[in-house]
């Protein structure tokens, strides 16, 4: 099939459908059967069973892939007889797009010698192990196993999965268009409290203005903390955050700024340690995180004061 009938196929499963209702209920059954036994088999040497050497590794791996070839074969016919079924053969009647050196995998099927693995050379059994299961799936891949009830599930279970892909890149697009703003501008800012001799309107703090020499003064408080409500989600991309100009910038790190969604509960998006002057704002890049409430919060004891604090985002 071509890449368009293949991506068809995916989504619509209606050769799989077609050969799920054609199978008689025992023929359904014989093949997931042995399609179970084969996947058994196989996720036993993919764990890497250590209490196993090679050889025996080999050899279940073999066992795998002759136990999907007697399902092709039920699927095929429903009356074949299991026990006059020669795998290596069957294998052969069906090798039209098996991968390279699928006739390695034949040969290790039809092989009777018991030592068979076990007389190949290091890179020889690399190769025929690695073609035994490049093969198995090729012929898994060729046998329908699923009831038309499971297939079904599975046309609906893409369709949603596409659908949930274009609603987010359909959502992606839309935010990638809205223009970044300072959407903390004029929003309601709480802090933890007002040093008694010190002049300042925390309603200023989000105007832009990093010049001035503070927009707040908190007390020497234990962790003091300025909040800024946003009235509202929005998506993060950048914070801002303009240091006191008048000096003291020491006092004022480390410096943890934290997001929350219902003002209780804040979390930790970025921490500043080191100093930092007027001029020279700590810069903070977002992945486009979505919250309502913006806190910075000194984590020591001292005083909290700020010129201003943008936060860049979108609705």
């Known amino acids: 099939m071509n890449a368009l009938a293949v991506a068809k196929e995916f989504f619509l499963q209606a050769r799989a459908e077609q050969t799920a209702r054609a199978y008689a209920p025992a023929q359904a059954e014989r093949v997931a059967s042995l399609v179970r036994a084969a996947r058994r088999r196989r996720a036993g040497t993919a764990a890497g069973w250590s209490g196993f050497s090679q050889p025996a590794a080999a050899s279940l791996a073999r066992e795998s892939l ?46 009777k010698d018991p030592l068979f693995f076990d007389s190949l050379e290091p890179r020889a059994f690399a190769e025929t192990l690695a073609a035994i299961r490049a093969t198995a799936r090729f012929v898994e891949s060729r046998v329908e196993a699923r009831s038309v009830t499971a297939v079904r599930a599975t046309r609906w279970a893409r369709f949603a999965a596409i ?24 929003k309601k800012v709480t802090i933890s409290s007002q040093h008694p001799h010190t002049k300042g309107d925390p309603g200023v703090l989000t105007d832009g203005n ?57 979390r930790e998006v970025a921490r500043k340690s080191e100093t930092f002057e007027p001029g020279h704002p700590w810069i903070v890049d977002l992945s486009g995180e979505r919250t309502r409430f913006v806190r910075l919060r000194v984590t020591h004891r001292g005083s909290l004061a700020l010129a201003a604090v943008e936060v860049l985002g979108s609705p």
């Open 66 to 111: 002759a136990l999907f070839v007697l399902a092709a074969e039920i699927a095929r016919d429903a009356d074949a007889d299991l026990a006059a079924v020669d795998v290596a053969a069957a294998l052969a009647g069906m090798s039209d797009g098996a991968p390279d050196g699928w006739e390695r995998a034949r040969d290790a099927l039809a092989s």
């Open 163 to 186: 659908a949930v892909l274009v609603l987010y890149a359909a959502v992606a697009a839309y935010r990638a268009t809205r223009p970044i703003q300072n959407v903390a501008r004029g």
């Open 210 to 266: 990093g010049a001035r020499g503070f927009a707040f003064h908190t007390r020497d408080d234990e962790s003091p903390w300025v909040t800024i409500d946003l009235d509202g989600f929005y998506t993060i991309q950048r914070v801002v955050v303009h240091t006191r100009g008048d000096g003291f910038h020491e006092t004022i790190v480390p410096l943890a700024l934290e997001f929350s969604d219902d003002g209780a509960r804040f």
